[in-house]
């Protein structure tokens, strides 16, 4: 059953693509069908053509900046599969991103997006000159007067902190608060990815992305990747240059987490995602098979994020079809990661957060990661949620099946941590 959802997903996607294909013949520079094509593409894993289809849309309508978001997550796994990216595809992509540089100067994020293209054509010193113009741009935007007191392109802020996972658990919105702290600045992006395969550069390249400022005794600054946490490899990575690293993790009730994710997932590959009887009878079946298994399968995927193959990546994705949930629920088995990054790191470097309290309070708990970094305390008069999502409501007999699965996993992380989350 789930084998033929897939098939009809990608049906229906190839209907769009054909739809959207045709709409370009009779209007080539309609920016929209572009945009359509792109998303599409990029669901599919075929990075090249989304990017293609990203600057061309960004060529014949260049303010709409959710498609350098597009472009940047589109070239990044396209740089880590062994097809060399098209050579003309990134001169284009680069004219492109020097005009919108030029013309769009209160965007920073258009710098990031350059510095990607250029990173990719191996002109490294350029792109990270790109990066630093990025940060230097943004935090002028938001902190004129440091800029001009502080500031020091032959200074570095090193990262104090990072948040490496978990997704869906309201990060966004979370590192929201934490940079309208006065004393926090910003990466020039939420999410950096440096340690993932998509980038592989020296330390200096990763340091480009944090503002340059020599006070740095007054201020921190750090990222949040959550695909950090998926990867052992990653927290040896970190420890080897970043031993004294604060981390800040959010842990949100796994059954919401794992829907979430599903239902992310099924809306990016234009799945219908209710939840019928066979959704909840292949999904009993996948906790059934599934949890002796449990151990080996998130080795795997505690490593998958460490092999620099996209084929690699196309195969796990393939052999989870059976499963219709299991990604989301290998991804809430927090028990698993954390030990293994808290066998690297020192416990007391740990920050972890009921994602429920921020969402609940959330002004009690910044308090708590003020301290944790010692900054002093800040009020934020209003918390917003930056990433809201909308699913349908699970049925009961299907949360029941969920909480029955993950109460051991809850129970061994409650004993390992020393916290009580009480999640039904």
Not at 73 to 78: E, G, I, Q
Request: charged content about 20%.
């Amino acid at each position: 059953m789930v084998l033929l959802q897939t098939s009809l997903s990608r049906d229906r996607q190839n209907k769009l693509i054909s739809h959207y294909q045709k709409a370009l013949v009779i209007k080539y520079n309609n920016p929209h069908a572009h945009e359509k094509l792109a998303q599409i593409y990029r669901n599919q894993f075929q990075f090249q053509q989304a990017s293609y289809h990203y600057i061309k849309s960004l060529q014949f309508d260049p303010n709409n900046h959710r498609n350098y978001w597009g472009l940047r997550y589109s070239l990044l796994p396209a740089s880590w599969g062994k097809e060399k990216i098209d050579d003309g595809l990134l001169e284009e992509g680069v004219a492109l991103l020097h005009q919108t540089v030029e013309n769009q100067p209160n965007f920073p994020f258009a710098r990031v997006v350059l510095g990607t293209l250029l990173t990719l054509q191996g002109k490294i010193e350029s792109a990270i000159d790109s990066c630093k113009a990025a940060s230097y741009q943004q935090i002028l935007l938001s902190h004129p007067q440091l800029v001009e007191e502080h500031w020091d392109f032959g200074q570095q802020l090193q990262p104090k902190f990072i948040i490496p996972g978990f997704r869906k658990c309201g990060t966004t919105s979370f590192y929201s608060y934490l940079i309208n702290h006065p004393q926090v600045l910003p990466a020039v992006e939420k999410e950096l990815h440096f340690y993932t395969p998509f980038l592989k550069q020296d330390i200096n390249y990763y340091l480009a992305h944090f503002p340059q400022i020599y006070n740095s005794k007054n201020y921190i600054t750090g990222e949040a990747t959550t695909r950090y946490i998926y990867s052992l490899r990653i927290a040896q990575q970190l420890f080897a240059l970043f031993p004294k690293m604060k981390f800040i993790i959010l842990l949100r009730n796994p059954v919401d987490r794992a829907i979430s994710s599903y239902s992310q997932r099924c809306r990016f590959s234009y799945v219908d995602y209710t939840y019928k009887s066979q959704f909840i009878e292949v999904t009993q079946n996948c906790l059934n098979n599934t949890i002796e298994k449990i151990p080996s399968l998130i080795n795997q995927w505690l490593d998958w994020l460490s092999d620099d193959s996209l084929s690699f990546l196309r195969k796990k994705y393939q052999k989870f079809t059976d499963y219709i949930l299991l990604p989301d629920l290998l991804e809430s088995l927090y028990i698993y990661y954390l030990k293994e990054w808290m066998n690297i790191f020192p416990r007391e470097q740990f920050l972890i957060i009921k994602s429920e309290n921020l969402f609940e309070n959330p002004s009690a708990t910044m308090k708590q990661v003020y301290k944790f970094l010692n900054l002093q305390d800040n009020y934020i008069t209003k918390y917003s949620n930056c990433n809201p999502g909308s699913y349908a409501p699970i049925p009961d007999n299907l949360r029941h099946q969920l909480v029955d699965f993950f109460r051991p996993y809850n129970q061994q992380l409650e004993e390992y941590l020393g916290m009580k989350f009480d999640w039904e």
